[in-house]
């Protein structure tokens, strides 16, 4: 009889999601005349622009005709859209990224597990403390972590600490890693990395040698022009850096699957005898040997997002959720909440009343106001005794959550 | 510096696809004009069929509209989909499996090789020879094997020889293994599994714990009554057996990328201190973890392969592939060649004539007859001296390659 990877068994009970879904369900089955509004999972609400429904509708009616007809396409991507990415993504903010070195993929979500197959299982991982769960989960199903302790930090990781003390910047690690995650414009803090901020983490690994995994899925949210959008805007980054984007939140692609991973050809890693070695065909192998391409129809809706009509359609749609979150902002502020985030990012991150700890604080919320957030808990340790709200929803859910949380927690704090 | 994952260093130059790709646009570069008609790579060439595109254009237009737009989808797949196949792939042929023991995923390319993850490092695993090269390939990248000898036999792998000496039908395993790879219809010989040899196989996994990954990816080729379509119609699979189907030949979902993967909550394997553990919620753990669902376009199209429109347009492609096949298979033996496979399969496989190389034949067919096929080598090294024509072209392509090769082998043989 086969093992299983025993590594699994180490996992805390459920991601995340599933776990809030859960508890929503069994509200509502109890409370069926509730009206839950969910601020919980950072999931898009509003329809794909109309620029790619365009794309897809004529891509569907390529795939109809034996002429126009797409078999098998490159497994990383078409050059329409590799060339579409380079041009607007990175060349034009001064970038020096090639199209091959652009790889499509349908999330950023496998993308970030599936590119710690290419890794030894010695590496050492550094990460933000809290932050999008899948960075540790997909570490402890490698191996490369031992079992989680009460607070679920697990023996091995290094966790880099983001609090209201440390304005949610962290600190240097203090002892050498090998791969370093880093996600901005933060989910779930909402934070964001000054130029500053992102010279020192690419100094810091081009000293110790260290890969940075930097996840910019959230960049379409930054509306301070000083900020950089990217982690090749700042010097030498390309020799220390992948880039983990994605068409799901600035377009809306959640439900229709799209992203892509910058991989360029200067990051070295070693092997086993020390000889340097360029990651970018370990992971073009990786890439070739166990994905096969996105779906064509859904390649030509992403490309039709650089096109000036989609450019501009999902410059509406960021406009728009980050409305919603300055709603959020300013109603949590106005009963004396402290909150951090959701101006250049769709997530409010918000220190608990009453020091409650992150899940009670979900379960009062839900229970008293039947608004569905995150507890801060679930994104890590640092991060209990917060909870996020997403931006992603119509006004008029966003507007009545207000009202609830004004009524509830205006009550609570007085 | 990280260190990469040495594994992949082991892998032979490159996957088999991109080395022909290297060949013939190389040859193209040097023959401008030469009509080159490929039957090489397992790729269909004619358009999906009506009732798909127009499932597709609905869900389209459904992603327009607010109301019925769609974010995140399960992980797993949507329900409309799940009971879709579960109600005609599988209750139809009597097989007992429930629709949350099926996982959607966009390519059963991907789910081979994922389906490791899961796994212990020091399974042992075994697989047909030749045989489709991702099961090799993903293995090695995880480090189950050692390096590759001259003829491209992993150590520490279990090769089992399938050639004409045998019927393309292996023996069981000499010692005992963990894993078991089977692809019925076979890629690349086309070859098929009658129920007694299913029956075989089943009752050997039962006995010695071994779990089989049975790839049917060309279940729907099979034109002969008596043959099980998928393991599960064999009595006692559901414990023993995980099933790998896909959308991409029966209808023509190569570029528009769906298949699904059967984990029934039966089949179990070990942790490290013994104990049984249902491999299903590991699985499961993995899939949520690491991956984010089809493309909700994707998955309507992919239900409106059960309409009954839907099967009658995939049945008449797949009737109009299985012809291509039978031209091909004599035309070559009015030549003299011997021709296997072909009848319950997209794939005919020729034992080359003279006695050339697998990769001596792709070459002198490339550069005599503007032919690209697939080296048998390529597939294993019992492949050597075998050679596969895919039958997914146009039917003028495959009546023009029959001439080709009836002047070119007819001359080679007389």
Redo the contacts between chains.
Sequence with gaps: ??????N??K?KAG?LF?EIGRRVTAFCQENPTAKVIRLG?G??????P?AI?DA??KA??E????ET?????PEQGYDFLRNAIVEHDFKARGCDIAADEVFVS??S??DT??IL???????TVAMQDPVYP?YV??NV?AGRTGAADAQGRYEGLTYLPCTAENDFTPSLPTKPV??IYLCYPNNPTGAVATRETLTKWVDYAKQT???ILFDAAYEAFITDPSLPHSIYEIPGARDVAIEFRSFSKNA?F????CAFTVVPKTV?????DGAQ?A?HP?WN??H???????????QRGAEAVYSPAGKQQCADLVKFYLENAQILQHGLESVGISVYGGVNAPYIWLKTPDNKTSWDFFDYLLKNAHLVGTPGSGFGASGEGYFRLSAFN?RANVEEAVVRIKTLLGRLIA
């Design positions: 009889m086969p093992q299983i990877n025993d699994y068994l996992l991601y599933p999972i999931d898009v609400t509003e329809p794909l109309p429904i897809m509708h569907v009616d795939m109809a005709r034996r007809f797409r078999g098998y396409g349908d999330g979500k496998c597990g599936n197959d290419i890794f030894g299982l010695k590496n899948v989960d997909t199903m090998d791969l040698g260290a890969v809306g959640t439900g229709t699957r070295m890693a070693k092997t086993a070695q990651i370990i192998r990786r070739t040997t166990k994905f096969n391409g996105v779906s064509y129809i859904v119509s």
